[in-house]
Structures are given as C-alpha cells and as structure tokens.
C-alpha cells in the first residue's frame, strides 16, 4: 500500500461496525486514509444502513469507502491545482442559498390549499388543450440503477434482485440500502416517464427497441465509466384515452402552471409595491 494510501479490511470493517453499535464507543479507529484525511469508523457506522445482511454491509462498505478515497484523492489535486481564485466560491455559495430562500417561500406560498385547487372542469380544459402532445409521446415504466464500473460486487447483488420478477418487488428496501445515497437509481413500478426524457439522462441504445408486443426487457449495458442495470416493465405510444397514471400527471403539470402563475402574480404585488416606495433603482 503506498505510503499516504492506507485501508483496512472490508469484513474487518464491517465486524467493527458491529462491535461499536453493541457497545460503548470505544476509541474511534481510522478506517481508511488518503494523505491527512482520515475516515473514522465512527463516521461509516452512521452511513451503514440498518438491516442489511453480513455480505451485503461488505458489499456497502467496499463501494463507500472505495468512492470516499475517491473523493479524498481528487480534493488533494485539486487544492494543489487550483489557484485562489478559483477555489473561491463564496459568490456561487451565497447564489445557492439564495435561491434555496426563494424556492421555500415560493413552497410556501403555493401552501395555499384554496388557490391551488383544481377542479374538474378546470382539468378537463387543461386536457383538452394538452392531451394531443401527451398522446403521441412515448411513455415507460421501468427501475434502473447506475452505478460505477468499479462497483462490480454491488452490481451483482443489485442485478440478482432486479433481474427476479419475484425478488424485484418484494426487495425494493433492499434496493435502497445497497444504493444508498451516492447511486442513481428509479424503482417505482407504477410511474409512467417519457421515453425521451428517459433517453436524455440515461442514452441506453436497447431502450429505443421497446415495443407494445415485447415491453419488457432486462438491460445491462455499460456506457463509458458507469454500467446501467436496467428492467423495462412497460411500454405505451399513442393512447388514446388518459389512463389514471396520465390523468394524474395531467393534475400535477396543471398543479405546477397554477403555482407558477400565483408566484408571478406574488412578483408583480411585490414590483408594485416596492415601486411605490421607491425601493427600486433603474
């Protein structure tokens, strides 16, 4: 091991975990180091998801620690690399939390149960209008999950569960603590997505075979550095009348113009009021 790369043992790891959850804590013990980083088993015990089997912690911990020494040995080039100014990001910091400030009060704004509203006539209007864009896109339901290539053993156990009809919907907890918070993955089985929007984010090739006779399809397909663990459930073109699942998207896009036009008007009071005031410089 190279002298400022340093690990210890994954089942070794995940032996401590148990150890350190079944007593009072002892002297934390360094799980992995990169330089003068230090990753602590403390912190790993509080990532670790409950529940999970011997072999599938292994599983999370190998693929956690692996992208944490990931991580390290990027932010240590990048300290040496960058200079200053452009590790300087203050301005982009106060954007951020500027804009998290607008989106809560805009949320709770829209909070307003008698406003937003919809009623049927107002829904059937906003169908009538929108429904032939709606019926000629193609529509899917499907889970996926993207993960690195270098997480082969995770890709095993993930595609054991999704690629067994019975296992794949009765393990979807399992799903999420296998991923955990550092892998993509959709496994709804009831949401209908667009296929092109589908496309954009994922570009897997076997998706654009789909058809209404053969809708369902395991994919396993690698693209560059990420492999796409793939189970395409459904498949719908040209409908001619809105199924719930449409019915309810038709809610949600009218639910959001409403928002939309209830923020604009909450602007407008604000520009006229401000204007009045003075408080405005041109």
Same mark, same amino acid.
């Given at each position: 091991?190279?002298?400022?790369?340093?690990?210890?043992?994954?089942?070794?790891?995940?032996?401590?975990?148990?150890?350190?959850?079944?007593?009072?804590?002892?002297?934390?013990? *360094?799980?992995?180091?990169?330089?003068?980083?230090? $990753?602590?088993?403390?912190? @790993?015990?509080?990532? /670790?998801? &409950?529940? !999970?089997?011997?072999?599938?912690?292994?599983?999370?911990?190998?693929?956690?620690?692996?992208?944490?020494?990931?991580?390290?040995?990027?932010?240590?080039?990048?300290?040496?690399?960058?200079?200053?100014?452009?590790?300087?990001?203050?301005?982009?910091?106060?954007?951020?939390?500027?804009?998290?400030?607008?989106?809560?009060?805009?949320?709770?704004?829209?909070?307003?149960?008698?406003?937003?509203?919809?009623?049927?006539?107002?829904?059937?209007?906003?169908?009538?209008?929108?429904?032939?864009?709606?019926?000629?896109?193609?529509? *899917?339901?499907?889970?996926?999950?993207?993960?690195? $290539?270098?997480?082969?053993? @995770?890709?095993?156990? /993930?595609? &054991?569960? !999704?690629?067994?009809?019975?296992?794949?919907?009765?393990?979807?907890?399992?799903?999420?603590?296998?991923?955990?918070?550092?892998?993509?993955?959709?496994?709804?089985?009831?949401?209908?997505?667009?296929?092109?929007?589908?496309?954009?984010?994922?570009?897997?090739?076997?998706?654009?075979?789909?058809?209404?006779?053969?809708?369902?399809?395991?994919?396993?397909?690698?693209?560059?550095?990420?492999?796409?663990?793939?189970?395409?459930?459904?498949?719908?073109?040209?409908?001619?009348?809105?199924?719930?699942?449409?019915?309810?998207?038709?809610?949600?896009?009218?639910?959001?113009?409403?928002?939309?036009?209830?923020?604009?008007?909450?602007?407008?009071?604000?520009?006229?009021?401000?204007?009045?005031?003075?408080?405005?410089?041109?």
């Amino acid at each position: 091991m190279k002298k400022h790369l340093s690990i210890i043992g994954f089942y070794e790891c995940v032996l401590l975990c148990s150890l350190f959850l079944g007593c009072n804590r002892p002297k934390d013990v *360094v799980v992995a180091g990169v330089y003068d980083r230090k $990753l602590y088993l403390s912190e @790993l015990q509080e990532v /670790l998801p &409950a529940g !999970l089997t011997a072999s599938d912690s292994a599983t999370f911990v190998q693929h956690y620690v692996t992208h944490w020494i990931e991580d390290q040995l990027l932010l240590y080039e990048a300290d040496r690399e960058l200079s200053m100014h452009e590790k300087d990001f203050d301005k982009a910091l106060q954007k951020y939390h500027n804009q998290l400030l607008i989106n809560a009060y805009c949320e709770k704004l829209s909070q307003d149960t008698a406003q937003m509203q919809i009623s049927k006539t107002e829904l059937a209007t906003f169908i009538k209008n929108y429904n032939s864009g709606m019926e000629q896109r193609e529509i *899917v339901r499907l889970n996926y999950v993207k993960l690195p $290539l270098s997480a082969t053993k @995770l890709a095993t156990s /993930l595609r &054991a569960i !999704l690629f067994d009809n019975s296992r794949r919907n009765t393990e979807k907890q399992r799903i999420e603590q296998l991923c955990g918070d550092s892998i993509e993955y959709f496994i709804d089985d009831l949401t209908w997505l667009y296929l092109d929007e589908v496309q954009n984010e994922l570009n897997i090739d076997e998706l654009n075979n789909a058809s209404p006779s053969s809708p369902y399809k395991q994919i396993e397909t690698i693209d560059g550095k990420w492999r796409y663990i793939v189970v395409l459930l459904d498949y719908r073109t040209h409908t001619d009348n809105l199924d719930e699942t449409q019915t309810k998207a038709a809610t949600e896009m009218l639910r959001q113009w409403k928002k939309s036009e209830l923020i604009r008007s909450k602007i407008n009071s604000l520009y006229e009021q401000a204007d009045k005031q003075k408080k405005i410089a041109r």
